[in-house]
T-cell receptor
Framework: AQSVSQHNHHVILSEAASLELGCNYS??????LFWYVQYPGQHLQLLLK??????LVKGIKGFEAEFIKSKFSFNLRKPSVQWSDTAEYFC??????????FGSGTRLSIRP | NAGVTQTPKFRVLKTGQSMTLLCAQD?????MYWYRQDPGMGLRLIHY???????AKGEVPDGYNVSRLKKQNFLLGLESAAPSQTSVYFC????????????FGPGTRLTVT
C-alpha cells in the first residue's frame, strides 16, 4: 500500500538552530514529492516540490529538501530557523494527481 | 485571483442535520479535492474530481457525497451529520496531468454536537 510517513510528531527548537524533518515514502511508479506548511490558523501552502532532476530541491523561505531514492526519503531542512517558522509541516507524495497521500504532519515550535 | 475559496468558514450542526460545503476556484484547474484534517492524522482524502461532471471516492468517503456540476465548483454534502464528522475540511485544486501541486482553500471548521 502507498504511504507517506513522518516520524517526528512535534519538534521544539530554539531560534537559529538547524532543522531537519523526516519524511519517508512507500509507493511505486513516478515519484512526486512535496512539502507543505500550515501556519497557525491558515491553509496549507506549498514549500517545495520534487518531480525529477537535481535531488536537492530549494523552496521558499530558505527551506530545502533532498530526495534520496535508496532511502525512500525526502527530508526537509533549514540551516537556521526563525520564530516565524512555527507551523505544521506536511510531507506528501504520489504517482499521479489523483493519488497524492499526505503524512500525518510535524508540528514545529520555535522558542524565541 | 481569489484562488480557492470555501464557504462557510465555521458551522455547528446537530446530529442528523444536513449541510453542503462549497468550494470554488478561479484558476481553471481540472482536479479538485476534499480533505478532512484531524489532529495527529494529517489530511485524509474524502472525494476528488478529475473534471467537470466526474467524482471519485478517496480514502474516507463514507457519510459524504460530492458534486462537480461546474468546473469551478466542488460541493461536499453531509446528508446526516454525526459527531465523528467534526473536523476541519479543506478543499484543494490542481491542474492535473503531470502538474500535481495542490492549492488549498482556507478551510471550514465543522462541529457536530
Amino acid at each position: 500500500a502507498q504511504s507517506v510517513s513522518q516520524h517526528n510528531h512535534h519538534v521544539i527548537l530554539s531560534e537559529a538552530a538547524s532543522l531537519e524533518l523526516g519524511c519517508n515514502y512507500s509507493y511505486g511508479g513516478t515519484v512526486n514529492l512535496f512539502w507543505y506548511v500550515q501556519y497557525p490558523g491558515q491553509h496549507l501552502q506549498l514549500l517545495l516540490k520534487y518531480f525529477s532532476g537535481d535531488p536537492l530541491v530549494k523552496g521558499i523561505k530558505g527551506f530545502e529538501a533532498e530526495f534520496i531514492k535508496s532511502k525512500f526519503s525526502f527530508n526537509l531542512r533549514k540551516p537556521s530557523v526563525q520564530w516565524s517558522d512555527t507551523a505544521e509541516y506536511f510531507c506528501a507524495g504520489g504517482s499521479s494527481a489523483s493519488k497524492i497521500i499526505f503524512g500525518s504532519g510535524t508540528r514545529l515550535s520555535i522558542r524565541p | 485571483n481569489a484562488g480557492v475559496t470555501q464557504t462557510p468558514k465555521f458551522r455547528v450542526l446537530k446530529t442528523g442535520q444536513s449541510m453542503t460545503l462549497l468550494c470554488a476556484q478561479d484558476m481553471n484547474h481540472e482536479y479538485m479535492y476534499w480533505y478532512r484534517q484531524d489532529p495527529g492524522m494529517g489530511l485524509r482524502l474524502i472525494h476528488y474530481s478529475v473534471g467537470e461532471g466526474t467524482t471519485a471516492k478517496g480514502e474516507v468517503p463514507d457519510g459524504y457525497n460530492v458534486s462537480r456540476l461546474k468546473k469551478q465548483n466542488f460541493l461536499l454534502g453531509l446528508e446526516s451529520a454525526a459527531p465523528s464528522q467534526t473536523s476541519v475540511y479543506f478543499c484543494a485544486s490542481s491542474y492535473g496531468g503531470q502538474i500535481y501541486e495542490q492549492y488549498f482553500g482556507p478551510g471550514t471548521r465543522l462541529t457536530v454536537t
